[in-house]
């Protein structure tokens, strides 16, 4: 998925993702611990500093813990991550 693509996320869309080639090893982690079966955009794109400025958002995991039984609720940077099912 493009960058320029993001814009016609809404919040509460369903999303599954893979990371891209080029993908840090948290956004890989994440979406091997939590991404089995998609997220939930909870927060729009926006840039961050905490990412170096790159474009984020956030998402909440469809799929439980097993340990805790809630969702992981967090934020990934979308130049990492390629889309192959949602509602876009």
Known sequence: M????????????HMVFVPTTDATQRTKNRLREHGERGFIVKKKAQRSVLFLGKRVALF???TK????????????????????????
């Open 60 to 62: 909440e995991s469809i």
């Open 2 to 13: 493009k960058l320029e693509d993001w814009n016609n996320v809404a919040i509460g869309d």
């Open 65 to 88: 813990s097993a340990t805790g039984r809630r969702t992981w609720l967090g934020w990934l940077v979308l130049s990492e991550l390629k889309s192959i099912e949602g509602d876009i």
